[in-house]
């Protein structure tokens, strides 16, 4: 069965507040809170901000980000985020990693609603290396590998056709391909 938990297929907005008025506008992707019972975060695309959705409170709340603006780091609504696409949760450290149209990775402590820039910047590009100078084109999915020491964040982006990782060492961050489809050529092509 599938039912609504939140929102409206007819009216988009972003406006926060019970299940049953709350809004949102192009919700890309949605991660669940294991350390909670019902909790959820939803990357609310076109609002450029991250709501958290606590189903046993029946309450919608932005965590951080605006509508307008790329990227600017900051707590809660300070944050700036631009389209988000894609988010991913580490359940350990309370932090959701996210990305979006900005050729960013970020961190939003969910705790705290601090949020930070890991690697990437607004200039896109596919240049691997340190976070800081890394740059990225439409990042557009996450995935984390927490088994290790370091925190690895596989991102698969778009427009450059691959995916990467960035990799997490206390405060050191280093991006590298993992896999790129050269050219523009576009298709299926398993291989090593």
Known sequence: EVTTITGSSSTSGGIDGNLATARFNSPNDVTRDTRYTSVLYIADGSNGCIRRISIPANEV???AGLATGTSADGTGTVAVFGV?????????SSTLYITGQGNYIRSLNVDTKDVQTVAGSSSS?????????????????????????DLVIYVAEEDNRDVRSVVVSGASVNVATVSRISGFAVGRVDGV
Not at 87 to 92: G, Y
Not at 139 to 144: A, K, M, Q, Y
Request: aromatic share 2%; no cysteine.
């Open 61 to 63: 709340t932005t965590l």
């Open 84 to 92: 988000l696409l894609g988010m991913a949760l580490n359940p350990s």
């Open 125 to 149: 590009g596919a240049v691997d290396g340190p976070g800081a100078t890394s740059q990225f084109q439409n990042p557009s999915s996450l995935g984390l590998d927490t088994t290790g020491s």
